[in-house]
T-cell receptor, first 113, second 112 residues
Framework: AQSVTQLDSQVPVFEEAPVELRCNYSSSVSVYLFWYVQYPNQGLQLLLKYLSGSTLVKGINGFEAEFNKSQTSFHLRKPSVHISDTAEYFCAVRNQAGTALIFGKGTTLSVSS | EAEVAQSPRYKITEKSQAVAFWCDPISGHATLYWYRQILGQGPELLVQFQDESVVDDSQLPKDRFSAERLKGVDSTLKIQPAELGDSAMYLC??????????FGPGTRLTVL
């Protein structure tokens, strides 16, 4: 069965510092991987996705992620965070049976000045 | 920019009562999903529609939950009767293809 593990439940960082949010997945088939961001009391917004091709994927708001097949990881990075990046971040893999997504439990990114 | 619409945004109900949530997907999106997100967790699929047909409802508690998308456009998710454990955010998403889902703002349900 497919699953997603987000290794850190909370990540506190200072403004302008770099950040990495870690995500590991398990799947026996080719994967499509996603990162979503959720602000309080809102829906999820797609940051970026990996479908195929280049393993380095660039997304919105300066985020990028690297697909590593050998380590079954898809870590999210940003070289310099802003206060406004404070939110919940979810890693997801597409369901093998269909097109629905299987989400990790989320990582809370807290950016302080 | 087209968005997925959901209503109501917030709903408070007492246990044993019936509740219903509505979702209007982005125009032209054939696939519609309902997810449930318990506080502190990631969303989990409840039901997936392709046009008006159910593709996957394996995680839908069918004794109390029902979902329909009669004309293949908007959709309604119903809970009857509601239980305390149903308190959660209910998210609707739609997609045109298999690799891009757009989420609505969600309905936060509180069962007292």
């Amino acid at each position: 069965a497919q699953s997603v593990t987000q290794l850190d439940s909370q990540v506190p960082v200072f403004e302008e510092a770099p950040v990495e949010l870690r995500c590991n997945y398990s799947s026996s088939v080719s994967v499509y991987l996603f990162w979503y961001v959720q602000y309080p009391n809102q829906g999820l917004q797609l940051l970026l996705k990996y479908l195929s091709g280049s393993t380095l994927v660039k997304g919105i708001n300066g985020f990028e992620a690297e697909f590593n097949k050998s380590q079954t990881s898809f870590h999210l990075r940003k070289p310099s965070v802003h206060i406004s990046d404070t939110a919940e971040y979810f890693c997801a893999v597409r369901n093998q049976a269909g097109t629905a997504l299987i989400f990790g439990k989320g990582t809370t990114l807290s950016v302080s000045s | 920019e087209a968005e997925v619409a959901q209503s109501p945004r917030y709903k408070i109900t007492e246990k044993s009562q019936a509740v219903a949530f509505w979702c209007d997907p982005i125009s032209g999106h054939a696939t519609l999903y309902w997810y449930r997100q318990i506080l502190g967790q990631g969303p989990e699929l409840l039901v997936q529609f392709q046009d008006e047909s159910v593709v996957d409802d394996s995680q839908l508690p069918k004794d109390r939950f029902s979902a329909e998308r009669l004309k293949g456009v908007d959709s309604t998710l119903k809970i009857q009767p509601a239980e305390l454990g149903d308190s959660a955010m209910y998210l609707c998403a739609s997609s045109l293809d298999s690799v891009g889902q757009f989420f609505g703002p969600g309905t936060r349900l509180t069962v007292l």
